[in-house]
């Protein structure tokens, strides 16, 4: 639903949330570009759509994502079994966000995945975290390189000593709108 830039940016969640969520990925050909229709075996791949923005910035999103997901181990460790997932977040409908933990075998590869499934932008949303630590941005699906707005967040941040999710520490954060933050 939405305008083109909604639309795009609703593709980029889904595939960042298949990417990051335990299972197997798969994607039909064309599916990394935004083809509009559906594929068909009589056919080539309608290549010249890489010739606009959005359809070039989703190409540049699912190469990002494989690379992340092959360069971190927390997202395909335990990608089969309940010690690589944990929910911090399931219940906002309010804002519709989601907030998962993907486990490594060592805990300096924990990942947090932050899904704003809105086209409204948070600022200074409260996560709870499951230790204290400076977390980064290692991926934003909002990058302007993948057709989004450039809301990101690019300073290290800080856990402070206050509870949320059920949790000791927690993590201010700017969430972009219809958009996936994984920070490490």
Known sequence: ?????????NLRVLYAYMFTHPGTKLLFMGNEFAQTHEWDFKNSLDWHLLEHAPHLGMQKTVRAINKLYISEPALYEHSFSYEGFEWISADD?????????????????TLIVILNLTPVYREKYRIGIPFKAKWKEIFNTDAKEFF????????LIS??????????????????????????
Do not use: M
């Open 1 to 9: 639903p939405g305008d083109e830039w909604q639309k795009f940016a």
């Open 93 to 109: 409908g309010r804002h519709s966000i989601y907030v998962y933990i993907r486990k490594g075998k060592k805990a300096k590869d």
């Open 148 to 155: 989004g707005s450039g809301k990101l967040n690019n300073k």
């Open 159 to 184: 856990a402070e000593k206050v509870g949320c999710h059920e949790r000791e520490y927690s993590i201010l954060l700017n969430i972009p709108p219809l958009g996936v933050t994984i920070l490490k």
